[in-house]
């Protein structure tokens, strides 16, 4: 299958709220709203914000791997006596019919739902390169080493932390 590339512009991000919860609906859908980007495998990529009080469930089908990130804020996470989760956490999901989350504090809370069906590929890591096979590693080191399929501009390519070294 041949690559394709979508562009979703801030403006194109169908957004809507409901008893104090917004939800920002980059892929997949929540709250009767759906993304318009076309995933090949279904996914979702859902960004919440709660307002102080506020609850939510959002449903995700059993067979997905799913995680939350919380980006600011605190929130209460699959059950309403557990403890808060606070900013900069991941929580990776355990298979059911999707979480519930409660914002119990007088801040909102902010996080994103990522989610999808899984592939069920094999997966070879080298450094950066994550690929299906060895074979696909040694092409992308190869393409990179040769700047091309996608690298053309690799050997001007810096880390942000490596500009600030040498700024």
Same mark, same amino acid.
């Given at each position: ?62 067979? !997905? +791997? ?11 996470? *699959?059950?309403?006596? $557990?403890? %808060? =989760? ?15 989350? !409660? +914002? ?11 989610? *999808?069906?899984?592939? $069920?590929? %094999? =997966? ?29 501009? *690799? ?13």
């Amino acid at each position: 299958i041949e690559p394709r590339y979508q562009e979703l512009q801030k403006q194109d991000v169908k957004r809507t709220e409901k008893d104090g919860v917004e939800v920002r609906v980059i892929a997949g859908e929540s709250l009767g709203i759906k993304s318009p980007v076309y995933t090949r495998t279904p996914t979702m990529f859902l960004d919440f914000t709660l307002k102080p009080g506020a609850q939510m469930h959002q449903p995700i089908p059993e067979s !997905w +791997n799913a995680f939350v990130y919380i980006i600011e804020g605190e929130a209460v996470l *699959g059950d309403a006596k $557990n403890a %808060p =989760v606070t900013a900069h956490y991941v929580l990776v999901l355990s298979r059911g019919d999707g979480i519930s989350v !409660w +914002n119990k504090s007088q801040k909102p809370v902010r996080f994103v739902l990522i989610g *999808g069906q899984p592939l $069920n590929e %094999p =997966v070879v890591q080298y450094g950066p390169f994550v690929m299906n096979t060895q074979a696909e590693i040694e092409q992308a080191i190869e393409d990179y080493h040769y700047s091309r399929n996608g690298f053309e501009k *690799g050997k001007q390519w810096k880390s942000q932390a490596h500009q600030e070294a040498h700024d």
